[in-house]
């Protein structure tokens, strides 16, 4: 699986970004999906995630009730609406696919990744 994030760009505090992950490969409605984000000179941390059948959703608490994660496997494709930005939110954000069980926080649960998108909220 071959993973591509785009969407990223420069919007003020307040805006709304729509970040898109678009996978290769047949068997993507198979994969659970993460975005993670990594702000510079901090670890890459966890944002959401969304399991295989789209069933479940997680949040971190710091995105809860601003980010929505979906995902539409026809298009092989997941899609992060980002609400109510702050500047905090700056980071450049990745996607990621694993399947079977896992722990959808850890990085090391993840088998694939995407090059990343640069997001930046200005004040």
């Known amino acids: 699986v071959q993973l591509q994030a785009s969407g990223g760009g420069l919007v003020q505090a307040g805006g709304s970004l729509r970040l898109s992950c678009a996978a290769s490969?047949?068997?993507?409605?198979?994969?659970?999906v993460g975005w993670f984000r990594q702000a510079p000179g901090k670890e890459r941390e966890f944002v959401t995630a969304?399991?295989?059948?789209?069933?479940?959703?997680y949040y971190a608490d710091s995105v809860k009730g601003r980010f929505t994660i979906a995902r539409d496997n026809a298009k092989n494709t997941v899609y992060l609406r980002m609400n109510s930005l702050k500047p905090e939110d700056t980071a450049v954000y990745y996607c990621?696919?694993?399947?079977?069980?896992?722990?959808?926080?850890?990085?090391?649960?993840?088998?694939?990744w995407g090059q990343g998108t640069q997001v930046t909220v200005s004040s």
């Open positions: 969304i399991t295989w059948s789209g069933g479940s959703t």
């Open positions: 990621a696919a694993y399947r079977g069980a896992g722990n959808w926080l850890n990085l090391a649960t993840y088998d694939y």
């Open positions: 490969g047949r068997t993507f409605s198979s994969y659970s």
